[in-house]
């Protein structure tokens, strides 16, 4: 039997795609998925197959997926549910492997979709076909520029997240955000009704995957919570995972079995489970980024004491609430680091931690600081804030990718807080690897994710 990795390949590295529902009418779902395609310039082939067109956006087309003279390996359906069973027969006598449905019509709707979903998923185990799906919007791989999503949804940039989503709207919704942020994504994959390949297997295909640094997933149940435990203990050890979880409450938990009809389950169960397969729980789909960019971007703390520089007092203290919050120790500074700040600064600048340099602070103050508690044996991570003055301009910037480049054992993470044009500038910090936030708090959350990882790692004896 071949493995999960192999299996899935099929899914992110296919050399050709069919589009069983293509359109050659704007704005229809099977119009999109091929514009999608063709825009995103996927490196394989493509074949929209329908039977009343012979060419859709410039593709020659096939009336059905029998007629295609050339190896698929990797079809998405897109019509009406009650044909999908037919679609997927002639699937499996083409030879194809994996199967995304983004049809919608089946066991999220009621009784009669369940059955129709039973039926697609025996015909799929017969000709051994691997389903994503059903009532999906599809999936993305920035390293090959495949884009099979029937939403109008932008390429991402090049990023180490592998983000998994049951919702597909709100998923959807959540990478447009990222492309607004120039969060940069490796996989996208919406699994809708998982009536066949779930989050777990995904998990394990992504531990494999060498673009991939941390896995993100939004889930509102798990089907298999055994499977889902003991593949979560196992690539937590390498890599980590993050997870909103949706229906904390009574009604969030009947909302979310009438999406997808999935079983949420109680609630503490599931965190519970999270910890103790080392899963990081995030609390909404702001955080659940911000964690996986820190995560993705930075290396684990060399020590447990973190350093907060600033350039303002109130931010500092709300990042030192937060580390307490999440059990994180503020390092106690060696003499000779508190000397060096000392040495450039005026008599008002507070060099225990955390380093508030003043209002007044310039760029080399601030640049100078931040050395110095990298170079401390005593700080394993920084938090960095600015609030953009006068005498702190945008040179900081560069500083601060500088700082990251020379020191690539600690980490670090940057809260920018000012007006809206500093969005431009943690574009540029995320380009370089560097996590920069609006706020200390968020940066502080951050950084912690590091901290908490690299303790479960030290834990099960995986560092």
Same mark, same amino acid.
């Given at each position: 039997?071949?493995?999960?990795?192999?299996?899935?390949?099929?899914?992110?590295?296919?050399?050709?795609?069919?589009?069983?529902?293509?359109?050659?009418?704007?704005? #229809?779902?099977?119009?999109?998925?091929?514009?999608?395609?063709?825009?995103?310039?996927?490196? *394989?082939?493509?074949?929209?197959?329908?039977?009343?067109?012979?060419?859709?956006?410039?593709?020659?087309?096939?009336?059905? /997926?029998?007629?295609?003279?050339?190896?698929?390996?990797?079809?998405?359906? /897109?019509?009406?549910?009650?044909?999908?069973?037919?679609?997927?027969?002639?699937?499996?006598?083409?030879?194809?492997?994996?199967?995304?449905?983004?049809?919608? =019509?089946?066991?999220?709707?009621?009784?009669?979709?369940?059955?129709?979903?039973?039926?697609?998923?025996?015909?799929?185990?017969?000709?051994?076909?691997?389903?994503? *799906?059903?009532?999906?919007?599809?999936?993305?791989?920035?390293?090959?520029?495949?884009?099979?999503?029937?939403?109008?949804?932008?390429?991402?940039?090049?990023? =180490?997240?592998?983000?998994?989503?049951?919702?597909?709207?709100?998923?959807?919704?959540?990478?447009?955000?990222?492309?607004?942020?120039?969060?940069?994504?490796?996989?996208?994959?919406?699994?809708?009704?998982?009536?066949?390949?779930?989050?777990?297997?995904?998990?394990?295909?992504?531990?494999?995957?060498?673009?991939?640094?941390?896995?993100?997933?939004?889930?509102?149940?798990?089907?298999?919570?055994?499977?889902?435990?003991?593949?979560? #203990?196992?690539?937590?050890?390498?890599?980590?995972?993050?997870?909103?979880?949706?229906?904390?409450?009574?009604? =969030?938990?009947?909302?979310?079995?009438?999406?997808?009809?999935?079983?949420?389950?109680?609630?503490?169960?599931?965190?519970?489970?999270? $910890?103790?397969?080392?899963?990081?729980?995030?609390?909404?789909?702001?955080?659940?980024?911000?964690?996986?960019?820190?995560?993705?971007?930075?290396?684990?703390?060399?020590?447990?004491?973190?350093?907060?520089?600033?350039?303002?007092?109130?931010?500092?203290?709300?990042?030192?609430?937060?580390?307490?919050?999440?059990?994180?120790?503020?390092?106690?500074?060696?003499?000779?680091?508190?000397?060096?700040?000392?040495?450039?600064?005026?008599?008002?600048?507070?060099?225990?931690?955390?380093?508030?340099?003043?209002?007044?602070?310039?760029?080399?103050?601030?640049?100078?600081?931040?050395?110095?508690?990298?170079?401390?044996?005593?700080?394993?991570?920084?938090?960095?804030?600015?609030?953009?003055?006068?005498?702190?301009?945008?040179?900081?910037?560069?500083?601060?990718?500088?700082?990251?480049?020379?020191?690539?054992? $600690?980490?670090?993470?940057?809260?920018?807080?000012?007006?809206?044009?500093?969005?431009?500038?943690?574009?540029?910090?995320?380009?370089?690897?560097?996590?920069?936030?609006?706020?200390?708090?968020?940066?502080?959350?951050?950084?912690?994710?590091?901290?908490?990882?690299?303790?479960?790692?030290?834990?099960?004896?995986?560092?």
């Amino acid at each position: 039997m071949k493995s999960i990795v192999s299996q899935l390949k099929l899914f992110f590295e296919p050399n050709a795609i069919a589009i069983i529902g293509a359109s050659r009418t704007e704005g #229809k779902l099977g119009n999109n998925i091929v514009k999608n395609l063709l825009e995103a310039r996927f490196k *394989g082939k493509i074949f929209p197959v329908n039977p009343k067109s012979t060419e859709i956006l410039g593709l020659k087309t096939y009336p059905s /997926i029998k007629e295609i003279p050339e190896k698929v390996d990797l079809a998405v359906i /897109i019509v009406p549910a009650n044909v999908v069973p037919q679609v997927l027969e002639e699937c499996g006598e083409k030879d194809i492997r994996a199967v995304v449905i983004e049809s919608a =019509g089946f066991s999220e709707i009621n009784e009669e979709g369940k059955k129709l979903e039973q039926q697609v998923v025996e015909i799929a185990k017969k000709h051994g076909i691997r389903i994503v *799906g059903p009532n999906c919007v599809g999936h993305l791989n920035t390293a090959n520029n495949l884009n099979t999503s029937f939403a109008r949804l932008d390429m991402p940039t090049k990023g =180490g997240i592998s983000f998994i989503a049951q919702s597909g709207a709100f998923a959807v919704a959540l990478v447009e955000w990222m492309v607004s942020e120039g969060i940069g994504l490796s996989k996208f994959i919406s699994v809708g009704n998982k009536c066949d390949v779930d989050d777990a297997d995904l998990i394990e295909y992504l531990a494999h995957d060498d673009q991939t640094k941390v896995v993100t997933l939004y889930i509102e149940g798990v089907k298999d919570g055994r499977k889902f435990m003991n593949i979560a #203990k196992e690539v937590t050890r390498v890599k980590p995972i993050l997870v909103l979880k949706a229906g904390r409450s009574i009604a =969030g938990a009947r909302a979310a079995a009438s999406h997808t009809g999935a079983l949420a389950g109680q609630d503490r169960v599931y965190d519970a489970v999270f $910890k103790q397969c080392g899963i990081i729980r995030a609390r909404d789909s702001e955080e659940l980024f911000d964690l996986g960019r820190s995560l993705a971007y930075q290396p684990l703390p060399p020590s447990d004491g973190v350093a907060i520089v600033t350039n303002a007092g109130g931010p500092a203290v709300m990042a030192a609430d937060v580390c307490e919050e999440y059990g994180l120790k503020l390092a106690k500074l060696e003499n000779i680091t508190k000397q060096k700040i000392s040495s450039i600064s005026p008599p008002w600048v507070v060099t225990a931690n955390p380093v508030d340099l003043s209002g007044d602070c310039d760029t080399n103050r601030f640049t100078v600081a931040m050395k110095s508690v990298l170079d401390d044996p005593n700080v394993g991570g920084v938090i960095a804030i600015a609030t953009m003055r006068a005498l702190i301009g945008l040179e900081v910037i560069g500083a601060l990718i500088e700082l990251n480049r020379i020191y690539p054992h $600690k980490p670090f993470s940057v809260a920018l807080i000012g007006k809206e044009e500093l969005l431009q500038q943690r574009k540029r910090l995320e380009k370089e690897n560097v996590p920069a936030f609006p706020s200390a708090e968020r940066a502080a959350r951050a950084i912690a994710a590091l901290f908490s990882y690299k303790r479960f790692k030290e834990k099960v004896g995986a560092v």
